[in-house]
């Protein structure tokens, strides 16, 4: 069931089921996994909706670590906004950047995670990904 959570994934099923005989079944509301478990998922070998990636994405535990962190502090200072006096520290963002573009990079190779582009569509992403990954930030 790819992005959702274990137990929203049994919800699916069980609502797919129930569905076959069922006309009125009510599918269940998706609960998408949080960011730190995405890249520990995508990290196992066959983690591709198909299955045909023999390797998993190339993430290392101190580039998860550092994502975690990331995800911790920053999304979720934003998404869970309390009233403070705080300023974001962008030294990091060149090279998480590069991260990020590197890891949906090798997504966007397995194919599955980006099926329904076309050609032209996958050329132009991997253009701009490759662009996001050279991009000189000033110092």
């Not at 069931?1 to 079944?25: C, Y």
């Not at 990079?105 to 990954?133: D, H, P, S, V, Y």
């Amino acid at each position: 069931m790819g992005a959702v959570t274990e137990s929203n994934a049994s919800e699916w099923l069980a609502h797919f089921e129930d569905s076959r005989t069922n006309p009125n079944a009510k599918p269940p509301k998706t609960h998408l996994m949080g960011l730190p478990d995405l890249l520990t998922a995508v990290r196992k070998p066959r983690s591709a909706g198909d299955c045909s990636n023999a390797a998993g994405v190339a993430i290392s535990e101190s580039e998860l670590n550092w994502l975690r962190r990331f995800h911790k502090n920053i999304r979720n200072q934003f998404a869970h906004f309390e009233p403070m006096g705080w300023s974001i520290e962008v030294s990091g963002i060149p090279e998480i950047t590069k991260l990020i573009a590197r890891i949906i990079g090798e997504i966007l190779e397995f194919g599955w995670a980006f099926r329904r582009l076309n050609f032209a569509q996958r050329k132009e992403m991997r253009r701009n990904l490759r662009t996001l990954a050279l991009i000189e930030w000033p110092a």
